[in-house]
């Protein structure tokens, strides 16, 4: 398993044990919970992916930009 794969695994347990609705794009339903952690949320020509996009009650709320550690988000702030 890569660190990414790994990284990625974790998250979603934390997510899911947060109460989050984790899952991909393929199979997104912003209203299957009350909180939804979409991964690899496609964005705006230009701008890739975002790690998690997080819905409350269908309305978009939050991201999730995982970095190694002591990275910096210094071009995905915006």
Same mark, same amino acid.
């Given at each position: 398993?890569?660190?990414? @794969? @790994? =990284?990625? @695994?974790?998250? *979603?347990?934390?997510? @899911?044990?947060?109460?989050? +609705?984790?899952?991909?794009? &393929?199979?997104?339903?912003? +209203? =299957? =919970?009350?909180? $939804?952690?979409?991964?690899?949320?496609? &964005?705006?020509?230009? +701008?890739?992916? =975002?790690?998690?996009?997080?819905?409350? *009650?269908?309305?978009?709320?939050?991201?999730?930009?995982?970095?190694?550690?002591?990275?910096?988000?210094?071009? $995905?702030?915006?």
């Amino acid at each position: 398993m890569t660190p990414e @794969q @790994q =990284a990625r @695994q974790s998250i *979603d347990t934390l997510l @899911q044990q947060a109460g989050w +609705h984790v899952c991909d794009m &393929l199979h997104a339903n912003i +209203h =299957a =919970a009350r909180g $939804v952690a979409i991964r690899e949320f496609s &964005l705006n020509p230009g +701008h890739g992916f =975002a790690d998690y996009l997080l819905y409350i *009650d269908g309305k978009a709320a939050g991201v999730i930009e995982a970095k190694k550690e002591g990275a910096t988000l210094t071009g $995905v702030e915006g």
